[in-house]
């Protein structure tokens, strides 16, 4: 079953491109089979898990595949590919018919990338349907990109080839030591008591999944490539594809279970100071964009930064804290959805206006109220108002780093996220093992000082504390964005706006539909 | 993949195919100057001969035969490929437009591909050594084979000055291992014995003698220190004989480093110390090689030298199969990757061959606008290029994956060897860099004004589209159906 949710895009993109069917039109019906699909099996195994039939889903044809939905986050993140995948087909626009079709082949791929990298079982498929979706995230941000593209294209090549390898190697460590190479195989292994070994393993898959996730500081090529990339390459890399490494180190975190504190927690507190390099100093960067697709970018960098603090929570609490990971799961697929909408909005202001920079823009409402309306909501969507999907998702997350904490009962040494008796396993490597033992000494010491100050906050209750002033930071570039982009007088830019065609509106209003959806009903995510 | 430390005896039935393979090629030199037929056909005649002749080349009992049969396919598409180059072919031998001298190409690539196949089921030395020659003999002749082009003049001297010198280190290495151990045959049970009995003063003389061998393999393989040659000889050569060189030789070449270093696997519980530095030594030569092949090939703008270059890089990647020493699959790995390797590589000269018959030239610059102009045919290409540089999902991601899977097996027991993982991953990264400077050409570049849409010829349209299937179905299968067991 699962399978024709990898066959059916190829085959349209093989359609596309080998024999010139229309672009859009083809994309299209293969974009609706694939939300139908992905609806369909998240309803059945969310709502129904006892009489939805697994094994269903993950045999075709009496073959076994390496495919399932049997990880905890695969249904959740399917859902969010197909919705965003929808979305950005139906409000693909591109220049000329040519560029349509390269268009609409280069989103199918990239959908089925992320789509399969989410189903897989096999943690070989898992990576390699990744690095696929990368190719048409490439050749599109050199070819149709904006500003200067090739060298945003190359840079991001460099830098997602490097960790791309580096996670494989991590990937295969990990595989090799515990003998299996399925997901549900690590579960069993772990199960039958065997342990992986710290140290470097983790250590290569934090810095593989975080370079590709954006974690501060390998996030350089982040904001530039979104801000450059065509439309709907820009809201499926940040919307979907990007998950793809918070996705793995969750389901390897969950699959690992208590043993995931001894496994990752080595690294936990320099994952603390990191997430709040994504959180502050990007968010002040982001402050200070001109430009309303490097502000979109960074910001989505920004955010990476909370499901990088449900990680290091769920880490922390040894796997204990299963609030962190649903509240993970929730803001990944809010996050998705927003970014997606605030990109496939800022396309739109751009075939309006015919630029994106803030200054000379102004006035847009007046003759837009609708895209002003949509672009407020994902905005207000983006900073967390309640009501809407990304308040689920950030509420919980921080509900969850003081979960099981009670003010004055602990000190800074005893609490339930400190790291004592954790060794790195990287002491026997030559030079690199001094320096890292000295490194984290000091980061370990000025964690648990700060904290002290602060009456028994752990390290990760103080990040939290820290991480709370992103909001504000998301709100003040949001809303000046907002103000510069829609309000105020009538800009040189905006006197072009002519009118928004259906399509654009209705793509838009489906996301935006979803975001109210889940804001008003979490449950369904829960 | 069985039995890999008995040494088999071979029974002159056994060598049907390689007679037969030469008895065509000698056919087809008679045929040539008796009869009037056009030259062309011979090539297809001969193609059709390699196809039959590798089908029933014996793999059983070690394996090793597969490299005859990966020699027999490459010979196959080679002679399809110098099909479609027979004009510039014509233009370079002759000049102009007559046809003489053409033939003897076909002939000489059978013969060096029944050298091949011999080389796989050679038990000692001297066969060794012998095939080697069939081949390498072939090979100076077709290196400088263009006679009317100076390029190919200067491959030919420069392969032959500098095979000599690897032919010499061999036959030296060949001595100092008759010296050492009283007998030419490889096998472990001669070396397990060797080992237990022999004074250390012995030992270093049958280091020297492995070293001396392995030197003559790296030559053949194109690793490091041994991969001078490589850049200018494809550069220089005829393509269709760069693409013997790139996939067959290399082929050649990795059948003798197996049959040299096999016999040691089994050997490696036993004298952990003494194989252990085999295995260093090869490490070392496969860090070497990664570094020059892939950084070299960087910077480079043509594209015959590009794969020069990314052979080596290649060749790395295979060596490191050799450092997981204790390994019983290192044979079946090894001809994997040669494979992938050889899917990719000849569709990659395919493509060359044909930018090079219609737009006369051999640069990357040449590919440009093929993305517009040649929709189809560009796809194709990027299958090839994507393989080689291990993009996921096709084959050539997954016999990348082997490599890197072989290292961390070796790690398990030789965890010093940690040294060489930066190597593989900057290797591994550059090879995106580089091999996606043609597709970046072909899709990011517009086409120049004059330039119209490629003519593709059939044969050439047959082999990229089955190579670009056979690269993607091989690549996806594993990944996504569980074994039948």
């Not at chain 1, 390290?459 to 809303?479: H, K």
């Not at chain 2, 070299?296 to 794969?307: F, P, S, T, Y």
């Not at chain 2, 440009?368 to 290409?381: M, S």
């Amino acid at each position: 079953m699962l399978i024709w949710l990898i066959i059916v895009p190829v085959i349209a993109a093989a359609l596309i491109g080998l024999l010139k069917m229309p672009g859009r039109a083809t994309a299209l019906v293969s974009a609706t089979f694939t939300l139908i699909m992905g609806v369909w099996a998240f309803i059945c195994t969310t709502f129904f898990p006892e009489s939805c039939c697994i094994d269903c889903w993950s045999q075709v044809g009496g073959r076994e595949l390496w495919l399932s939905l049997e990880l905890p986050l695969s249904p959740i993140m399917l859902l969010l590919a197909s919705i965003v995948t929808f979305a950005a087909v139906l409000g693909l626009k591109a220049p000329d018919k040519d560029a349509e079709r390269s268009w609409a082949i280069s989103t199918l791929l990239l959908s089925t990338g992320a789509i399969g990298a989410f189903v897989s079982d096999n943690i070989i498929s898992f990576y390699a349907f990744h690095e696929l979706a990368l190719i048409p995230t490439f050749v599109m941000i050199g070819f149709y990109g904006r500003g200067d593209r090739r060298t945003i294209a190359w840079t991001a090549t460099v830098y997602l080839g490097l960790a791309s390898m580096v996670l494989l190697v991590g990937l295969l460590l990990l595989c090799n030591e515990l003998q299996t190479y399925t997901f549900t195989g690590i579960a069993s292994a772990i199960e039958s008591g065997k342990t992986p070994s710290t140290g470097l393993i983790p250590g290569l898959l934090l810095a593989g999944f975080g370079t590709l996730v954006s974690l501060f500081p390998f996030h350089a090529w982040a904001a530039p490539a979104y801000a450059s990339a065509p439309t709907p390459i820009a809201m499926l890399h940040a919307g979907v594809l990007k998950k793809f490494g918070l996705y793995g180190l969750f389901t390897l975190a969950w699959l690992m279970g208590p043993v995931c504190k001894d496994f990752f927690g080595y690294w936990n507190n320099l994952l603390l100071l990191l997430l709040l390099g994504n959180v502050l100093w990007v968010g002040y960067v982001t402050v200070a964009q001109t430009r309303l697709d490097d502000m979109l970018g960074n910001s989505s960098v920004m955010h990476m930064g909370y499901i990088f603090l449900a990680f290091a929570v769920y880490i922390a609490s040894a796997g204990d804290n299963t609030l962190a990971i649903k509240g993970a799961a929730a803001l990944m697929l809010a996050h998705g959805l927003t970014i997606a909408l605030l990109f496939l909005l800022n396309g739109q202001i751009e075939s309006q206006t015919r630029t994106l920079e803030l200054d000379s823009m102004g006035g847009l409402a007046r003759s837009l109220p609708g895209l002003g309306f949509l672009f407020a909501l994902a905005g207000l969507a983006s900073i967390g108002l309640p009501l809407l999907a990304n308040f689920v998702g950030e509420f919980t997350v921080f509900v969850s780093s003081f979960a099981g904490w009670q003010p004055g009962a602990t000190t800074a040494a005893a609490a339930p996220d400190a790291l004592s008796g954790i060794t790195s396993g990287l002491e026997s490597i030559w030079l690199i093992g001094p320096v890292f033992g000295w490194i984290f000494g000091a980061i370990n010491c000025a964690l648990t000082t700060v904290a002290g100050w602060f009456g028994g906050l752990g390290p990760v209750q103080l990040t939290t504390v820290f991480a709370l002033w992103g909001l504000v930071i998301s709100a003040v570039y949001m809303l000046r964005a907002f103000r510069r982009v829609f309000e105020g007088k009538v800009g040189l830019a905006s006197e072009r706006a002519t009118g928004l065609t259906g399509a654009d509106v209705w793509s838009a209003i489906f996301l935006a539909f979803f975001i109210v959806l889940f804001g008003v009903a979490p449950i369904l995510i829960f | 993949m069985t039995n890999n430390t008995v040494s088999v005896l071979y029974t002159w039935g056994q060598f049907i195919p390689e007679f037969a393979l030469v008895a065509l090629a000698v056919l087809i030199l008679m045929a040539d100057c008796f009869t009037a037929l056009p030259k062309r056909v011979y090539a297809i005649v001969a193609a059709v001969g390699a196809i039959i002749g590798g089908y029933f080349i014996n793999t059983a009992p070690n394996f090793y035969g597969a490299f005859g049969t990966i020699a027999c396919l490459t010979t196959a598409l080679v002679l399809l490929l110098a099909y479609d180059y027979h004009k510039v072919a014509c233009a370079s031998i002759g000049g102009g437009d007559t046809e003489d001298g053409t033939a003897e190409l076909y002939s000489l690539l059978l013969i060096a591909c029944a050298g091949i196949c011999c080389l796989c089921k050679a038990r000692d030395i001297i066969m060794l050594f012998v095939s080697l020659e069939v081949v390498t003999l072939s090979s100076y002749v077709m290196a400088g084979y263009f006679r009317r082009n100076q390029g190919s003049i200067e491959a030919g001297v420069k392969y032959l000055v500098l095979g000599a010198l690897s032919t010499g280190l061999l036959v030296f290495g060949a001595a100092w291992y008759y010296g050492t151990t009283g007998t030419f045959v490889l096998n472990a049970g001669l070396i397990s014995e060797f080992f237990t009995r022999q004074s250390s003063v012995y030992l270093t003389g049958f280091y020297l003698s492995v070293g001396l061998l392995l030197l003559g393999a790296f030559f053949k393989a194109g690793a490091a220190p041994m991969q001078i040659w490589i850049p200018d000889v494809y550069q220089g050569s005829p393509t269709p004989v760069s693409a013997f060189l790139a996939v067959a030789s290399k082929a050649a070449g990795f059948a003798v480093l197996s049959i040299i270093i096999i016999p040691f696997a089994r050997l490696y519980p036993a004298f952990p110390d003494k194989v252990g530095v085999l295995a260093s030594g090869i490490a070392v030569a496969a860090a070497a090689t990664l570094l020059v092949g892939n950084l070299g090939a960087i910077c480079q703008n043509n594209a015959k030298r590009l794969l020069g270059y990314s052979s080596i890089g290649q060749a790395g990647f295979i060596l490191v199969f050799f450092t997981n020493i204790a390994s019983a699959a290192t044979v079946y790995c090894v001809t994997s990757y040669l494979v992938a390797y050889m899917l990719a590589t000849v569709a990659a000269f395919f493509a060359i061959a044909m930018v090079r018959t219609q737009r006369g030239s051999e640069e990357i610059s040449a590919f440009r606008g093929l993305g517009k102009t040649n929709p189809r045919t560009a796809f194709l290409i990027t299958v090839a290029f994507a393989s080689l540089a291990g993009v996921p999902l096709t084959y050539g991601f997954l016999v990348k994956y082997y490599s890197f899977e072989a290292f961390v097996e070796a790690m398990q027991y030789q965890s010093g060897l940690i040294w060489l993982l930066p190597f593989m991953i900057v290797g591994a990264a550059a090879g995106f860099y580089y091999y996606f400077k043609v597709l970046r050409e072909m899709y990011w570049e517009k086409p120049q004004e004059g330039d119209t849409a490629l003519k593709v010829p059939v044969v050439t349209a047959a082999v990229l589209t089955g190579c670009a299937i056979a690269i993607i179905w091989l690549g996806t299968e594993p990944l996504m159906f569980m074994p039948a067991n």
